[in-house]
């Protein structure tokens, strides 16, 4: 009797030990949810299709996670260099880095072959090909393994050449030492030009033209008016080669940590921003286009015979630089044999 008697004073003591475990878990659960995780997001452009594409992408997660994600925006390098950025990125320190892909060359070899002069002919056709789904799991994929998740990919603007002597057909560029990304594809294509390309990253630029350390630099026009280069350099060539993209890497490191629900928000709201910036890039770009006349500067074309000789030199250098890299010449058929489909 009393071995029954003891059993059964034991069994609403287990009941509520488990209840109270349960309940624990549940609130446990439930603050998890409830933690708020803050996402900075850096790029070194300002006023651009990428800084654009920040304010978009930031909005929507605030908007969608009902602000346990909280996006706190820090354009015009801000938060460092693009490389000390995207070392942010790498150990955690800053969320989300937005920079065109050449920038990560460092890290694999095969983030630059977006920067392949006569990739694309258009800002349209830059938007179809940065769509197509080969090009999006080549590119997104590239730094799983260096902590980082690829979550964007977009055309940001056509390149051009500020200066402060006017480059009014090509012959002017050769001998001249001209700012460029550090890309391979890049230095090539316009060392076959018979220009010096200096690598160089956004912030270093505006002083080195004022210095004359540069001849001219090479970025969208977009960033020469938001920067108000003018005072530096009032002629801008457009030679539409190459075209500038950006990528938006997040740091795998807080990726990881988020609840699925949250990392799935992340992918998504990325992708939705990269629609909402397509139309946004177009109107940017005549903006500053007007805004740079508007400002006292001028645009330059080159004679149509002559950019069609440009495209056709510097397009040659793609496949020289990857024929001997087999990593690179696979992901540039892939991106090259995307550009043919989405003309």
């Not at 354009?75 to 955690?92: C, D, K, M, N, T």
């Not at 909402?276 to 330059?300: F, M, Q, S």
Request: aromatic letters at 6%; glycine letters at 8%; charged letters at 20%.
């Amino acid at each position: 009797m009393r071995f029954k008697e003891r059993n059964r004073s034991v069994r609403p003591a287990l009941a509520m030990a488990a209840l109270a475990l349960s309940l624990a878990a549940s609130l446990g659960a439930a603050r998890a949810d409830d933690k708020t995780y803050v996402m900075k997001i850096s790029l070194a452009a300002i006023n651009d299709p990428l800084h654009q594409f920040a304010k978009d992408f930031a909005a929507a997660l605030e908007k969608d996670s009902g602000g346990r994600i909280k996006p706190e925006i820090y354009p015009a390098s801000q938060l460092g260099s693009i490389p000390r950025q995207i070392e942010g990125v790498q150990f955690g320190a800053i969320q989300c880095v937005i920079t065109p892909p050449e920038f990560y060359v460092g890290i694999d070899e095969r983030f630059e072959v977006m920067a392949v002069p006569g990739l694309v002919s258009s800002m349209e056709h830059g938007q179809r090909l940065s769509g197509d789904p080969e090009v999006r799991k080549v590119m997104l994929g590239l730094g799983a393994e260096k902590g980082l998740h690829g979550v964007a990919l977009f055309m940001s603007t056509p390149s051009a050449i500020v200066a402060k002597a006017p480059f009014r057909h090509l012959a002017d560029l050769k001998g001249k030492k001209l700012r460029t990304i550090a890309s391979q594809f890049q230095t090539e294509a316009f060392g076959r030009l018979g220009v010096t390309a200096v690598a160089m990253s956004l912030g270093d630029v505006l002083p080195a033209l004022q210095q004359g350390a540069i001849d001219g630099a090479v970025a969208g026009t977009n960033i020469f008016t938001a920067m108000h280069y003018q005072d530096a350099g009032k002629y801008v060539t457009e030679i539409g080669q190459p075209a500038i993209f950006g990528m938006a890497e997040v740091s795998k490191k807080w990726y990881d940590a988020l609840p699925p629900d949250l990392q799935q928000l992340v992918d998504k709201d990325a992708a939705d921003a990269v629609q909402a910036v397509n139309p946004e890039a177009i109107a940017i770009d005549d903006k500053a286009r007007k805004g740079w006349t508007d400002g006292g500067g001028e645009l330059i074309a080159l004679p149509a015979e002559e950019l069609a000789e440009m495209i056709k030199t510097m397009a040659s250098a793609g496949a020289d630089v990857s024929k001997n890299k087999p990593a690179v010449a696979a992901a540039y058929k892939v991106v090259t044999d995307a550009a043919a489909r989405t003309k």
